[in-house]
């Protein structure tokens, strides 16, 4: 399996516009996360979906993040308009199944750079 | 709410050099408990986890055991290499594991081992 997968690794914009980040996670997982890493707070989980329904979205930081999950391999986390404090690396993560036994695999990151 | 706190890094040792990176948190249930290490350029990968107390994790030489009496989770590992050059993040996760494990993280530490 290549591993949760997502583009584009890096992403330059300038401030006001809209960003798309995608993520494809393993095939036959059932949970998958959204998290922003930045030097000040770390490693934040921002939204996350089990079977495609979002279950918990109160990590996401304001109404310009939105995230949607249409099918089991693919989602995307969208922030519009963008501004500078957006800057990160922004991971996506899959698992499979329920239960503390279950491992979450997390992909390469985009680095997001809003200028 | 949740916490885990790591101690600072960059940390920096010589090759065959026993490591020890500390790792404290606060939860409000009975968490499980992860080490994460992410390689340059690369998502993080799960280096091992326990979800009891007393439990110990251990993979690739590393070992950390949980201890609810000091709320800690230490990484150790008594011979590190070059190529454990890496960031080393601490994390928790709480009961329910409805649909898997939602990771709060420390704030991650940089180890850096030198020939």
């Known amino acids: 399996d290549a591993g949760v997968i997502q583009s584009p690794r890096h992403e330059v914009t300038e401030m006001g516009q809209e960003v798309t980040l995608r993520c494809k996670p393993i095939?036959?997982?059932?949970?998958l996360f959204w998290y922003r890493q930045t030097m000040m707070r770390g490693l934040e989980l921002l939204i996350y979906?089990?079977?495609?329904?979002?279950?918990?979205d109160s990590g996401m930081p304001e109404d310009r993040f939105s995230a949607k999950m249409p099918n089991a391999s693919f989602s995307t986390l969208k922030i519009q308009p963008s501004e500078p404090r957006d800057s990160a690396v922004y991971f996506c993560?899959?698992?499979?199944?329920?239960?503390?036994?279950?491992?979450?695999?997390f992909g390469q990151g985009t680095r997001l750079t809003v200028v | 709410g949740d916490s885990v706190t790591q101690m600072e890094g960059p940390v920096t040792l010589s090759e065959e050099a026993f490591l020890t990176i500390n790792c404290t948190y606060t939860?409000?249930?009975?968490?499980?408990l992860f080490w994460y290490v992410q390689y340059p350029g690369e998502g993080l990968q799960l280096l091992l986890k326990?979800?009891?107390?007393?439990d110990k994790g251990s993979n690739k030489g590393f070992e950390a055991t949980y201890r609810k009496e000091t709320t800690s989770f230490h990484l150790e590992k008594g011979s590190v290499q070059v190529s454990d050059s890496a960031v080393y993040f601490c994390?928790?996760?709480?009961?329910?594991?409805?649909?898997?494990?939602?990771?709060?993280f420390g704030a991650g530490t940089i180890l850096r081992v030198k020939s």
């Open positions: 979906f089990n079977n495609n329904v979002p279950i918990d």
């Open positions: 939860a409000t249930g009975y968490p499980s």
């Open positions: 993560a899959s698992s499979y199944g329920t239960g503390v036994l279950t491992e979450a695999f």
């Open positions: 095939s036959g997982h059932n949970s």
């Open positions: 326990a979800t009891k107390a007393d």
């Open positions: 994390a928790l996760s709480d009961p329910p594991y409805t649909y898997g494990n939602k990771l709060v």
